[in-house]
Every structure is written in structure tokens, then in C-alpha cells.
């Protein structure tokens, strides 16, 4: 098998999921609990927090653990939304969000709020004089994505941190879910106020990840209860989860110099062979995420694809997995300015370090088969 879905999931590594099992066994204590088994649970969450803080250079205080990237983005929006409400009802977004941004977004503007949804170019970027002319005195909040899952784009969050450097008061939240171990996001010296993450886009468990959310920052929580996580996140704490998380993010950082090297090697040697086959249209921008390689044959929806590759047991996938199966899916490709049919034509492939060359040399061999085949049908 391989496995090139790696921006919808990965799969846990092995030692990982083995520290996930023994603490799941050994300290299974409500961390609020008062005795010795809760107090061993609240020291190893607490371990976990410092871990992924020196990681990424940033305050323990600054970690919030959450369940994800959808409960990240929504915890940065309506926790934005809902404790800046007396200062103003404005919100500004890129065209190609994420689903858990671009809904979130939604849900206020059917409570009243205003929000503009910033064009993107050729490349998938905002354009930062129509950033600066879309601010008003109701501005509360920009949300980005640093990576778009689809694309690989990037956006200019430095630029954009520039500009905001002269509206102190607005919230900058960024999607970061594809970003950790990619890019390089520098927190604790940016303008970002808030950045989420995502455990399960860099080989930890599913339901594991955190916010960034910088001192001073405030935010109203979603979720009421026992008063967790500072009185952001409510509820019994994710104690193997967190663990995992930390570890798996150790692992990451400790193999990001050579994984990117790797990465962007493999990328080229996909996007080199795509760019010599009829009918095939590469749509990743040159600057773009090292992982990221979205494509498709002319007049040959992307599903089709997807199913050839998967009979020869090659894992890919069209858009992001939040929205691929919705008719209504998100199409960053029609944002950039291609056409409705090239847009349905898209297939990603996405990497992680588990890959390898020699897979990138199976896929080659087995879409030459697969693209022959295709490109005959007009």
C-alpha cells in the first residue's frame, strides 16, 4: 500500500500509539481528582504542556489542549466573536478556507455579524492593500489559513502580521493544521494571536491537539464546566492523548530539517512528471507547502482518479476530507481563478516523512497506466 492522504490523516506512529496505550493503562486518573492516581494524570498533562511548549517556543500558558482543528477554529472564532461582541461585528477571511472557519463564519453572519471574504489570486494568496481596505472600526478578527489543505498555498501571514502590527486590537487566528513541521510559523515573534493544531496531520491520535492563544489575548470558551484548561476548555482532560501529542510533535521537530529536504524532493519529482503529461494540469503554486501536490486530467473529474489509483491500492484523494464527500465541497481551485470543470478534475496528493522515493517511482508507473488510458476521453 501507499499512502499519499496525509493532509486528511496520518497514521500513528508506532511509538506513539504505544505511550498512548500505556498511559491509557497505568495513569488512567481524572487529572481533578485529589488523589495520588489524579495527581500522576495532572503531572504528566502538565509535562505535556511544558514538552510542546519548548517545542514551539512559547509559554506553557499560551497551550490550550483541544480535540482538533475544528474545535480550534471554532474556539478562535466564536471565542473572538463572542468576547469582543461589545467592540464590534467584523470578520475577514480568505475565499478558501477551511470548512471549520468558512461554517463557523457562517453561523454569525445568521446572528447578524458582517463578514468579508477576501479573493485570492493565482497562487491562492490574499492580496494585503485589500486586507487593509477591508478593515473598519468593527474589525474583531482575521482568520487565515497558513497552508490550504487543497493547494499547498500559502498565505503571507508576515505581511499580514505587518499590517496588523497597526490594529493592536484586532485578533489574527491562524489555521495552522497544516502547517507544523512545514513551515516555519515563529509564534512566540509574530503578530498571530491564535494558531491551531491538529494531532492527527502529524502522526498522533485522532481527537488530540491545542491552541495557541498569546498572553493577553482573551477569548469567551465554548464549553462550560469543571473549569479545565484555565476555564477555556471544560471537560476531563485527554491525558493519553496529550502525551501522545507531545511525543508525536518531539518526533516531528526532531526529523523536520531532513523530512522537509525529503519532502520537497519528493514534491518535484511528482510535479516535474505531472508537468510532462497531456491534458494534466498542475495546480500547487511554485511557493507552496512542501507536502502538498494538487493536479488534474483535463475533462476527467477527480473521483475518477482517485478510484484507478485505489484499485492499484495508491491512497489519494480530491479536496480536503472535510468536504470531499459534500456536494457543496470548497473548491480553493475555482477561487484561483480555474474553471468549474478544471476545479472538479482535482486530485491531491499529500506526503508525510513515512514516504518514500522508491513509492514516488510506483506512483509514476502506475499513472502512466492509469493517465493513458484517460486522456484518450475528450
Known amino acids: 500500500m501507499i499512502y499519499f492522504d496525509n493532509a486528511a490523516t496520518t497514521k500513528i506512529e508506532s511509538t506513539v500509539l504505544s505511550t498512548y496505550q500505556s498511559v ?5 486518573g481524572n487529572p481533578s481528582s485529589l488523589h495520588q492516581l489524579g495527581e500522576h494524570s495532572q503531572q504528566l498533562l502538565s509535562q505535556s504542556r511544558k514538552q ?65 471574504y477576501l479573493p485570492v489570486d493565482k497562487e491562492g494568496k490574499i492580496d494585503i492593500d485589500e486586507l487593509e481596505n477591508a478593515i473598519t472600526k468593527e474589525t474583531v478578527l482575521v482568520s487565515l489559513m497558513a497552508v490550504n489543505s487543497e493547494t499547498g498555498s500559502l498565505q503571507p501571514l508576515k505581511k499580514v502580521g505587518e499590517l496588523l502590527e497597526h490594529y493592536p486590537s484586532i485578533h489574527f487566528h491562524v489555521d495552522a493544521v497544516q ?29 488530540t491537539g491545542f491552541i495557541y492563544v498569546k498572553a493577553g489575548r482573551q477569548l469567551a470558551p465554548l464549553m462550560s464546566g469543571g473549569g479545565q484548561e ?17 511525543k508525536a510533535l518531539r518526533l516531528l521537530m526532531e526529523k523536520k530539517t531532513d523530512s522537509k529536504v525529503e519532502l520537497v524532493k519528493m514534491k518535484n519529482l511528482i510535479i516535474d512528471y505531472l508537468s510532462t503529461l497531456d491534458k494534466v494540469t ?16 483535463k475533462n476527467i473529474r477527480g473521483e475518477v482518479v482517485v478510484h484507478a489509483l485505489e484499485r492499484e491500492d495508491i491512497y489519494t ?20 481563478g480555474y474553471t468549474k470543470s478544471e476545479a472538479e478534475s482535482a486530485v491531491r496528493i ?23 488510458q484517460l486522456k484518450l476521453i475528450e
Open 24 to 28: 491509557s493503562e497505568n495513569y488512567f
Open 52 to 116: 510542546i511548549a519548548h517545542i514551539m517556543n512559547i509559554s506553557e500558558g499560551e497551550i490550550y489542549f483541544t480535540s482538533g482543528g475544528t474545535e480550534g477554529d471554532n474556539l478562535a472564532i466564536k471565542g473572538t466573536a463572542i468576547e469582543k461582541m461589545n467592540y464590534g461585528r467584523h470578520v475577514i477571511t480568505a475565499s478558501t478556507e477551511h470548512p471549520a472557519v468558512i461554517k463557523s463564519l457562517e453561523q454569525l453572519e445568521n446572528l447578524g455579524w458582517d463578514v468579508t
Open 179 to 207: 502547517a507544523v513541521g512545514k513551515i516555519d510559523l515563529n509564534l512566540n515573534s509574530s503578530r498571530i494571536d491564535m494558531a491551531v493544531f491538529s494531532g492527527h496531520k502529524f502522526h498522533a491520535p485522532k481527537g
Open 230 to 246: 484555565n476555564n477555556l476548555r471544560s471537560g476531563t482532560e485527554n491525558v493519553p492523548g496529550s502525551v501522545a501529542l507531545a
Open 282 to 297: 498542475v495546480f500547487t503554486p511554485k511557493e507552496s507547502a512542501p507536502h502538498i501536490i494538487c493536479f488534474g486530467i
Open 317 to 336: 484523494s480530491t479536496t480536503s476530507a472535510c468536504s470531499s464527500k459534500k456536494k457543496d465541497k470548497i473548491h480553493a481551485i475555482a477561487e484561483m
Open 350 to 372: 499529500s506526503l508525510s516523512y513515512l514516504n518514500t522515493e522508491q513509492e514516488v517511482d510506483v506512483f509514476k508507473k502506475v499513472f502512466n497506466e492509469i493517465h493513458s
